[in-house]
Nanobody, 125 residues
Framework: QVQLVESGGGSVQAGGSLRLSCAVS????????MGWFRQAPGKEREGVAA?????STKYADSVKGRFTITAAKNILYLQMNSLKPEDTAMYYC?????????????????????WGQGTQVTVSS
């Protein structure tokens, strides 16, 4: 059972930066892909960024050039720069076991099996 625990959220003024972390445990000797999602009140959960087993990345248009997803041993990061009030949301990290023979929809929540509890990011204007 994969377990994910996010940290690093907080309150920041517009234009500021935050780095989110996601500690990963319980993985087996298999291949995983991981992503960051966010959900604002009254809105659907949306994919923000994802990273595949080979290090390739994918970003939502709304965060391209501002957010960077990286992964080190058992930790997933999301560096968020030039934050905007519309980035305010609960941020979740998520993971799924990579299946071969198909290209996943990396920014679609339906692809992901395991989820963290979330960390709140609030950006004030």
């Amino acid at each position: 059972q994969v377990q994910l625990v996010e940290s690093g959220g907080g309150s920041v003024q517009a234009g500021g930066s935050l780095r989110l972390s996601c500690a990963v445990s319980g993985t087996t000797d298999t291949t995983y892909s991981m992503g960051w999602f966010r959900q604002a009140p009254g809105k659907e959960r949306e994919g923000v960024a994802a990273i595949d087993y080979d290090g390739s990345t994918k970003y939502a248009d709304s965060v391209k050039g501002r957010f960077t997803i990286t992964a080190a041993k058992n930790i997933l990061y999301l560096q968020m720069n030039s934050l905007k009030p519309e980035d305010t949301a609960m941020y979740y990290c998520a993971s799924f076991e990579r299946e071969w023979g198909r290209i996943p929809a990396f920014l679609e929540a339906r692809e992901y099996t395991w989820w963290g509890q979330g960390t709140q990011v609030t950006v004030s204007s």
